[in-house]
């Protein structure tokens, strides 16, 4: 990788791209430190103190710490992540766009486009509960009138477009793809921060040098195999071995080729862990805004939705979240991958264009042939996010590790890392590609 960046800033064109993508990374840095006008950030932070490692915990991770510092930027990119999902759903339901998917260039513009319009409207939706919700807590200074409300409101909403922009800019002007990449160093840079509260709780406040190194072992090699466990997600592939009949074209014999379809280990990415993570803490956000804690059985199924409640010794009875939550993330995983790929259409495909699977009769069989396969490699896609996504409940539990990323986190900055590397590897290619005429 390292190699691959050396190289790229010898190419002019490259390193322009690189050097358009960090100055957009900086003004994002840059934006997260500015605060909304009439705020009470002291209250805000304070506030956050006590629900650390729960539903806010998770939205401050995607967020950059700018959420805690209630800065202009505080949305983030989550309204655009959230009405991508919606609409890649309604593709699938809505038959005009579906249509519109199919027209090309300017039905992906057009479906862009409305993309674009519904995360205004989302932002403004989220701007206006944060605002109205913590507003007579103590968020707004002063006197509070009318108009702090729709202050806060249009800077947190004007914030959110404003870092969609820029993800287009960098997909268009920069490397890789610009919501990903805004995504990512968001929470990059919240992991020193962590890391020094693991430092300072399990190394320097051991009790003996000895405990500390362990805890400093224990600590990198769980970070380390989670890394490695999704790498291993991230490049795993089970390719399916498609034939090609050959044909008789006037003169010419066309066809008798080999191909292959890609089925990637972990098909729905980190979707089922947001939709999960989401449906999760959504009761428990809404309450928490409305300042209502529940009483009787609502109180303790809320403590059980929180993931700050997960795997204490002291309270074993709320890890039944945990469960309902791997539950949900298996669910997510078949029903995203049910939705996006279609092995129906996939085997009309291949019998059309005159291919069949070696072994396999093409039409009916073929379908079932994949929807097995599916079946195999979604279940083993699926263990592997559980993973991923549960070893940090584990150690927040039991050892008290108050961390802001998770299993989350890792994947969408591995995943996005090895994608622009790609890209990168992609560019230099093209220019440094030598044909025939020069061998």
Do not use: H
Request: contains cysteine.
């Amino acid at each position: 990788m390292l190699e691959t960046l050396k190289n790229a800033f010898k190419v002019k064109e490259v390193r322009n791209k690189l050097l358009f993508t960090l100055v957009m990374l900086v003004v994002i840095r840059f934006g997260c430190q500015l605060p909304v006008p009439g705020v009470n950030r002291e209250f805000f932070a304070q506030w956050f103190e006590q629900q650390t490692g729960g539903a806010f915990g998770f939205v401050d991770a995607f967020t950059g710490g700018s959420f805690i510092r209630m800065s202009v930027l505080a949305l983030n990119i989550t309204p655009y992540i959230t009405s991508s999902i919606i609409m890649q759903l309604l593709t699938i339901a809505i038959p005009k766009l579906e249509e519109m998917q199919r027209d090309g260039e300017d039905g992906r513009k057009k479906i862009a486009a409305i993309t674009r319009y519904v995360t205004v409207g989302l932002a403004l939706i989220e701007s206006s509960a944060v605002a109205i919700g913590f507003g007579n807590q103590g968020l707004l200074e002063g006197d509070i009138v009318a108009l702090d409300y729709v202050v806060v409101i249009v800077a947190l909403t004007a914030g959110s477009a404003f870092l969609m922009w820029i993800g287009e800019r960098i997909t268009e002007n920069g490397v890789g793809n610009g919501i990903s990449i805004v995504l990512v160093i968001n929470i990059i840079s919240r992991i020193p921060e962590d890391f020094k509260g693991l430092y300072d709780q399990f190394v320097k406040g051991a009790e003996t040098i000895a405990l500390g190194v362990v805890a400093a072992v224990v600590i990198m090699a769980v970070v380390i195999g989670m890394i490695v466990i999704v790498v291993i997600l991230n490049d795993g592939v089970r390719t399916i071995p498609v034939q090609y009949a050959k044909k008789i074209q006037g003169r010419r014999t066309v066809g008798g080729q080999n191909s292959t379809i890609p089925l990637k280990i972990n098909t729905a990415g980190v979707i089922p862990i947001i939709f999960a993570s989401s449906l999760m803490e959504f009761p428990v956000i809404i309450c928490q805004l409305l300042g209502y804690n529940g009483t009787g059985v609502w109180a303790e199924i809320l403590k059980g939705l929180s993931s700050n409640n997960w795997c204490k010794p002291s309270t074993p009875q709320y890890s039944i979240g945990l469960l309902v939550y791997v539950i949900l993330v298996v669910f997510f995983a078949y029903f995203y991958t049910s939705i996006t790929f279609n092995p129906l259409e996939v085997s009309n495909n291949i019998k059309k264009q005159g291919g069949f699977i070696p072994g396999i009769r093409p039409g009916k069989p073929t379908t079932e042939y994949l929807n097995k396969i599916l079946t195999y490699i979604i279940f083993i896609g699926a263990c592997g996010l559980i993973i991923v996504a549960v070893i940090p409940y584990i150690f927040n539990g039991i050892f008290g590790a108050n961390v802001s990323f998770g299993g989350t986190s890792l994947i969408i900055i591995v995943s996005v890392v090895l994608e622009t590397v790609k890209q990168i590897e992609s560019l230099l290619l093209v220019r440094n590609y030598k044909g025939f005429l020069n061998d």
